[in-house]
């Protein structure tokens, strides 16, 4: 079956505008997790959603960053007013059930703010 | 605060030989340690776990080594071969599984 999509691959934006990312996870995964990795570090978990439970969002670094997953799907992390330092690359993981390791990445989405 | 730590950048081995990436971690809490391995414009992919129970997972060519004592994770890939050149990352994670913690990676390059 299909894996992990993430799109688009890439993003270019300009500083202050917004931004959305899209993840489409592995089908009957339940959970999901968005990391990103900036250049040269490790991935940074930024939320994580668990069926119908309320999502952990402690890794959120700032107001300007949110995330929803409609219908226990599609997840979407949005950035609002972009930084420069939000460059990075967006990684989104499912697995089947929390707790039982594999987590299936997908390719990311390289976002650029200029 | 980084709980997880990958202290080589890089390694170079020659293809048939040994390699061993290493990992530190600071937390007592974890519960299970993950290897992934990344070629460039992929995402991670799963390679190897071990839960806190145990000192060694073996699946095929790779091992993961967990001493708990000195808080320390290792994989050893044997024999290396030119395919294995990736990153690869240790991750931990407690025993909720909501939060996973990722070294900042190790660049392995098996020479031919």
């Known amino acids: 079956g299909a894996g992990v999509s993430q799109s688009p691959s890439n993003k270019v934006t300009e500083k202050g505008k917004d931004v959305e990312l899209r993840c489409d996870p592995i089908?009957?995964?339940?959970?999901l997790y968005w990391y990103r990795q900036s250049l040269g570090q490790g991935l940074e978990f930024l939320i994580y959603?668990?069926?119908?439970?309320?999502?952990?969002k402690s890794g959120l670094p700032s107001d300007r960053f949110s995330a929803e997953r409609t219908g226990g799907s599609v997840s979407t992390l949005t950035i609002q007013r972009t930084q420069q330092e939000d460059s990075a690359v967006y990684l989104c993981?499912?697995?089947?059930?929390?707790?039982?390791?594999?987590?299936?990445f997908g390719p990311g989405t390289r976002l650029t703010v200029l | 605060d980084q709980q997880v730590k990958q202290n080589s950048p890089s390694l170079s081995v020659q293809e048939g030989r040994i390699s061993i990436l290493n990992c530190d971690y600071t937390?007592?809490?974890?519960?299970?340690f993950l290897w992934y391995k990344k070629y460039p414009a992929e995402g991670p992919t799963f390679l190897i776990s071990?839960?806190?129970?145990?000192d060694k997972n073996e699946d095929g060519r790779f091992t993961v080594f967990l001493n708990k004592s000195a808080k320390h994770l290792s994989l050893h890939i044997v024999p290396s071969q030119p395919g294995d050149s990736a990153v690869y990352f240790c991750?931990?994670?407690?025993?909720?599984?909501?939060?996973?913690?990722f070294g900042s990676g190790t660049k392995l390059n098996v020479k031919p």
């Open positions: 993981a499912s697995s089947s059930l929390a707790g039982l390791n594999t987590q299936y």
């Open positions: 089908s009957g995964h339940t959970a």
């Open positions: 959603f668990q069926g119908n439970s309320a999502p952990d």
């Open positions: 937390n007592s809490m974890f519960d299970y």
């Open positions: 071990i839960s806190s129970i145990k």
């Open positions: 991750a931990a994670s407690g025993n909720n599984f909501n939060k996973f913690y």
